[in-house]
């Protein structure tokens, strides 16, 4: 094995452990968040935990996820055999990881002159993030599907599927609380970029 594979397998492997602890600690920062008494968990959206008690855990737990994201970018990229590289994929998952932490900082603008402004941002940083995520997720795994190396059955490929179906569900339909229908969106991003993790550091040990 050349210098430069080495090297990029460690990479790889880097980027995949920061993405599933950057998964793993917002499981159980903002799964932890849940617990507040004064904020109706079936009704409020996330974003509304990144502010009051123990909102700075939160906005931290999206930092670190951002920094995943841009993690992901790169080591997905690489890890992919030549053949099936998206490059689309990558920018997608990068522009997700830009748009996250925004989305965390907008949120300690409330109650101030720039409330609006910031409210406003927020909702496009949030909408992007999503919608780069739900339409990368599905491209990756289908190209993951298709190399020898990354191929880990349809768990991937149902997750990403499931998300992207959810998203519009979720856009669309609003029969059931708001915070209720973006958890659980939020729940199937997780779940597969806990899957993907994996996959990442499986790929960096095959020769």
């Excluded at 997608?92 to 989305?103: E, M, S």
């Excluded at 999503?130 to 795994?141: A, E, H, K, Q």
């Amino acid at each position: 094995m050349q210098i430069g594979e080495t090297k990029k397998r460690r990479a790889i492997r880097a980027l995949g452990t920061l993405l599933l602890i950057a998964d793993l600690m917002f499981v159980l920062v903002c799964g932890a968040a849940q617990l507040r008494t004064d904020l109706d968990p079936l009704v409020t959206p996330l974003s509304a935990y990144l502010t009051g008690p123990g909102g700075e855990y939160v906005r931290a737990a999206y930092y670190l996820m951002a920094l995943g994201l841009l993690g992901l970018a790169w080591a997905s990229y690489f890890a992919t055999s030549a053949a099936q590289r998206s490059a689309l994929a990558a920018i997608l998952f990068a522009t997700a990881g830009i748009a996250l932490a925004p989305v965390a900082i907008t949120a300690l603008f409330a109650h101030t002159p720039n409330e609006e402004a910031a409210r406003f941002l927020h909702h496009i940083a949030a909408l992007i993030t999503f919608m780069c995520l739900c339409f990368g997720m599905p491209l990756l795994s289908m190209r993951w599907r298709r190399d020898p190396r990354l191929r880990g059955g349809s768990a991937g490929v149902v997750l990403a599927w499931a998300a992207f179906v959810w998203l519009w569900v979720y856009v669309i339909y609003h029969g059931l609380p708001s915070g209720t229908m973006q958890k659980v969106l939020i729940v199937l991003i997780l779940a597969w970029l806990g899957w993907t993790a994996r996959q990442l550091l499986r790929a960096s040990r095959s020769p």
